[in-house]
């Protein structure tokens, strides 16, 4: 699987390819989606740019994706959304309309409420577990852990040279990952050697306009649709 990651907490400063509306988000989707991804994680935003929870901004983002592509489609429950914990749970509770999945960063405060209140609503969890945090050490505590959809394994280094060893230093970190599957991915200078290791492993990865507005030569990219047809080239690439 390659999932394609639309926009993050990027804005419009970030370039005119990076989708911040319900439309614009669907538009990309659909592109990406033609181009060979197979999975969704997307940023809902309110009309000033900034990530949201609020059910008001995910419906119609989730409504207009889905009209679009019949892959599934996740959404953030990243602290920086909403900072406090209980907000954030009450937030989650008033959705009304669900996304197939959501990603929880596990070294967040109230990550375990979090993931434990999706999973009652029928939401697949991606545990996200970022390298230099305690997220590993708290993910291999979890009673959650078995029930979570896959870990999403960020590397967090953003150097080309060194990201695809602390990639290999954070695997170590999961171990078997408590049996889950694994979705390894980097993000700016680190995102295409990453790329290419999950490939090399038979690990899942993502690549999109959150991770890097990059392509691996150091040109622009241009849409979500032209990391993800890059992004299928190197994957299988680094399989072969």
Not at 157 to 185: C, I, K, M, N
């Amino acid at each position: 699987m390659v999932q394609v990651c639309l926009n993050g907490p990027r804005q419009a400063a970030d370039g005119a390819m990076v989708p911040l509306t319900p439309e614009a988000m669907a538009e990309s989707a659909a592109r990406a989606v033609a181009a060979g991804a197979t999975d969704v994680h997307v940023h809902p935003k309110t009309p000033c740019g900034r990530d949201s929870l609020s059910p008001r901004v995910l419906a119609p983002t989730l409504e207009a994706i889905r009209a679009r592509v019949s892959v599934p489609v996740g959404v953030t429950t990243g602290a920086w959304a909403e900072p406090d914990p209980a907000a954030r749970l009450a937030r989650i509770q008033e959705w009304t309309v669900l996304p197939d999945h959501a990603s929880v960063n596990w070294h967040e405060e109230g990550a375990e409420e979090i993931a434990a209140a999706l999973i009652e609503r029928g939401v697949g969890v991606e545990a996200g577990v970022w390298s230099g945090t305690d997220g590993a050490a708290r993910f291999a505590g979890s009673p959650l852990g078995p029930r979570v959809l896959r870990v999403l394994a960020e590397v967090t280094d953003t150097s080309p040279d060194t990201a695809e060893a602390s990639a290999h230093a954070l695997l170590a970190e999961l171990g078997t990952a408590r049996g889950r599957p694994v979705l390894l991915h980097g993000e700016d200078g680190g995102a295409w050697p990453v790329l290419r290791l999950a490939g090399r492993l038979g690990l899942l990865t993502r690549i999109g306009l959150e991770d890097t507005l990059l392509l691996p030569d150091g040109e622009r990219a241009l849409s979500n649709a032209q990391l993800v047809a890059e992004g299928l080239r190197q994957y299988g690439g680094a399989r072969r």
